[in-house]
């Protein structure tokens, strides 16, 4: 309790630089001699406090001396910050009170300079609400149970036992050993529904170093080059590295890319419509041609 009574006060004293005796007091619950006595044992620890008597005294703390006693310069400082505000961003609620303290400590102004979502645009509270379980799942030790679909859209319900929340490529990803399959496999967070926590605890396992699953058997990758109108341009710079694409005279865009051969690769070459060419190889070209002619079926009938 002491302890925690002491940082409160080179806190107050760091956001203040100077507070009295009775003010302390009254904020702390203890009485004006116990505050003193804390003064006497953050300076034998070597803490530069000290009162001063008359008009606009107190107790106060020498100027820039925990910046200096932090060591930390500017950049590495900016850092710190910009990590607690990514952890706020993820449900974290006591890293807000730690936030403002290391604001206050490192003299800072303006701490609404950054803020950090991770969160897709329009997405609502039951978002936030499961990301906040599986957190608490994996921090708890806790299995999970939750109903998930695959990217082929087929349907099951899972228990697992969560061990790592990954952001990659844009979103969330849960890793954890399902209990169904007995082995290590990776979650889109988005495809998981009807969330809850099972009984029981986790026992201690090692998640794999890599967050990607081997390739299955039989697995193979299509080497694209593709040419894209210019008015998909602000997708094609969102999708693809700026060394993969070239532009042409006329505006338009020639992407060489690798992608696996799967259904996912269809649906993606399909929502570009006819903003996207497939040069090669020619067997895309066929299947692209093919699911188009599905597609116009259906609006001809």
Not at 59 to 70: E, G, S
Not at 88 to 112: K, N, V, W
Not at 183 to 202: H, K, N, S, T
Not at 247 to 252: S, T
Request: aromatic share 10%.
């Amino acid at each position: 309790m002491k302890n925690s009574r002491l940082f409160e006060i080179l806190y107050l004293l760091v956001e203040k630089r100077a507070v009295t005796a009775g003010e302390l007091a009254r904020r702390l619950e203890v009485s004006e001699r116990t505050i003193y006595r804390d003064v006497d044992a953050l300076s034998a620890a070597g803490i530069p406090v000290f009162t001063q008597k008359g008009q606009g005294g107190g107790i106060r703390l020498m100027d820039q001396f925990v910046l200096d006693k932090a060591l930390l310069s500017q950049e590495q400082q900016n850092e710190i910050l910009f990590a607690l505000q990514a952890t706020l961003a993820t449900g974290g609620r006591s890293e807000d009170d730690t936030l403002a303290r290391l604001t206050a400590l490192f003299r800072r102004e303006g701490g609404d300079w950054l803020e950090v979502d991770f969160t897709d645009w329009g997405s609502g509270a039951a978002e936030r609400e499961n990301f906040a379980l599986v957190k608490g799942a994996i921090l708890a030790r806790r299995p999970l149970s939750f109903t998930y679909y695959s990217s082929a859209g087929e349907k099951s319900r899972r228990t697992v036992e969560p061990a790592r929340l990954v952001f990659k490529s844009g979103c969330w990803y849960l890793s954890a050993f399902c209990q169904k399959r007995q082995d290590w496999r990776i979650f889109r967070l988005v495809r998981m529904e009807e969330l809850a926590l099972a009984e029981g605890a986790c026992p201690s396992r090692r998640p794999p170093e890599r967050l990607e699953p081997p390739p299955p058997a039989g697995y193979r990758d299509a080497d694209l080059r593709l040419r894209f109108e210019p008015s998909a341009a602000w997708r094609v710079r969102d999708y693809f590295h700026p060394r993969q694409i070239t532009r042409e005279p006329d505006g338009h865009l020639l992407v060489r890319c690798n992608f696996p051969e799967d259904q996912w690769l269809l649906s993606f070459l399909l929502s570009f419509g006819g903003q996207l060419e497939v040069l090669s190889p020619a067997c895309w070209r066929e299947i692209l041609a093919t699911e188009m002619k599905k597609s116009l079926a259906l609006y001809e009938t």
